[in-house]
Every structure is written in structure tokens, then in C-alpha cells.
């Protein structure tokens, strides 16, 4: 699989948008990029994945460039409760079964 | 719905002294399985999977086991524990080849 660059960190006021990067730019056409975010802890929680469409959901977007070497995951109104540490994985689908995590970007939204 | 469970949600044990975590799927069939170790402030590590009873594969050399005696139930074992064991632990699940893999809610671990 892919292997993923994120910040480290980054802060968000509350309300905003938060944007968080993630560069992969060494996808391969069979991989998804997957979203997930760890608050302290507790287990991961799932948001989003695509493969080269954006997508949306209840709980954000996936921005993916056209040469999908990045994506954007946003989470357009940002709360306190979204302070977690947000995690890009790329991987195939239709081998394996592994999901190898990151370290992630620690979001942290300021009131 | 699919739910997951794992337990103890916490315990201390002392060096030497044995482990086992239990986790259990409800909700699903002939899940795929995982065990996930986050040592403090790092990220998270791949222990083991497996697609089936009996069918275990290791990522990472170390005095943890895991096995899996009936479809829906995974379990991190060790017989000795080290210092080094300390940390949250994770089990999850997934469908199907390559699909989406969701949490449970974690089991901390400390060595003393």
C-alpha cells in the first residue's frame, strides 16, 4: 500500500472549516484513500473514503486532486468535539485485508 | 447492526504475569479480525489478523499471541508480559476482501 505524509498538527477555530491534507503520491490506480480520527482514547471511528470522485458524507468531505496524488479531507463546520487525531490511509481494495495507520494529523478545534 | 466488544477495558498487571484479551463480533458472519497495539502518544501498530477460525497471521515478532476459536471471537494472549506491553489495545473487524474495518472501543494495558 501507498504510504501517506500528514502534519503533525494543526489548530481550527471553532465554526471553521477545518482542512486537512494528506499527500500519497505514490497511489497506485486500485487504491482508496480512507479517512479515519481517534479521539483520546477511544477506537478509531471510520469517516470517509473515495477512490478519485470527491464524496461526501454526514460527517465530511473528500477532496481528492485529479491526479490523486492528494486529498483534503474537510469537515466544514468544525466543533470542540472534533478535536481528535485524524488519520489518511491508502490501500487496495481488492487484495488483503490489512490496514496499516500513520501517525496522523492531531486536530485541535479552539473555542 | 454489527456491534464489537473487547474487555477488560482496563487492567495493571505485573511483569511476568500472564494476558488475555477478549474480543467478540455480533451482528456479522466469518468476519475478518484484528488486534491494533497504540503505544502513549504513538500510532497505531498491527498485531494480528485473521479471515477465518484457527487462521491467525502475525505482522510483528513479539511474546503476544492471538487466536481465534470460533467465528466471532479473537483473543490477544501473552504468558509473560513485559514492560514494553504497556498500551492501548485494539480490536476490529471487516467484511469482505479489502472493505471498511471499524473499532472497538479499546482495552488500556499497563505493565508494572
Known amino acids: 500500500d501507498a504510504k501517506t505524509t500528514q502534519p503533525t498538527s494543526m489548530d481550527c477555530a471553532e465554526g471553521r472549516a477545518a482542512n486537512l491534507p494528506c499527500n500519497h503520491s505514490?497511489?497506485?490506480?486500485?487504491?482508496?484513500v480512507y479517512w479515519y480520527r481517534q479521539i483520546h482514547s477511544q477506537g478509531p471511528q471510520y469517516i470517509i473514503h473515495?477512490?478519485?470522485n470527491n464524496e461526501t458524507n454526514e460527517m465530511a468531505s473528500l477532496i481528492i486532486t485529479e491526479d490523486r496524488k492528494s486529498s483534503t479531507l474537510i469537515l466544514p463546520h468544525a466543533t470542540l468535539r472534533d478535536t481528535a487525531v485524524y488519520y489518511c490511509?491508502?490501500?487496495?481494495?481488492?487484495?488483503?485485508?490489512?490496514?496499516?495507520f500513520g501517525t496522523g494529523t492531531s486536530l485541535t478545534v479552539i473555542p | 447492526s454489527q456491534t464489537i466488544h473487547q474487555w477488560p477495558a482496563t487492567l495493571v498487571q505485573p511483569v511476568g504475569s500472564p494476558l488475555s484479551l477478549e474480543c467478540t463480533v455480533e451482528?456479522?458472519?466469518?468476519?475478518?479480525l484484528y488486534w491494533y497495539r497504540q503505544a502513549a502518544g504513538r500510532g497505531l501498530q498491527l498485531l494480528f489478523y485473521?479471515?477465518?477460525?484457527?487462521?491467525i497471521s502475525s505482522e510483528v515478532p513479539q511474546n503476544l499471541s492471538a487466536s481465534r476459536p470460533q467465528d466471532r471471537q479473537f483473543i490477544l494472549s501473552s504468558k509473560k508480559l513485559l514492560l514494553s506491553d504497556s498500551g492501548f489495545y485494539l480490536c476490529?473487524?471487516?467484511?469482505?476482501?479489502?472493505?471498511?474495518?471499524?473499532f472497538g472501543e479499546g482495552s488500556w494495558l499497563t505493565v508494572v
Open positions: 476490529a473487524w471487516s467484511v469482505g476482501i479489502g472493505n471498511t474495518i471499524y
Open positions: 505514490t497511489i497506485s490506480g486500485n487504491e482508496y
Open positions: 473515495g477512490l478519485k
Open positions: 490511509i491508502v490501500r487496495k481494495r481488492d487484495t488483503g485485508n490489512q490496514f496499516y
Open positions: 451482528g456479522t458472519s466469518n468476519p475478518n
Open positions: 485473521s479471515v477465518g477460525i484457527g487462521q
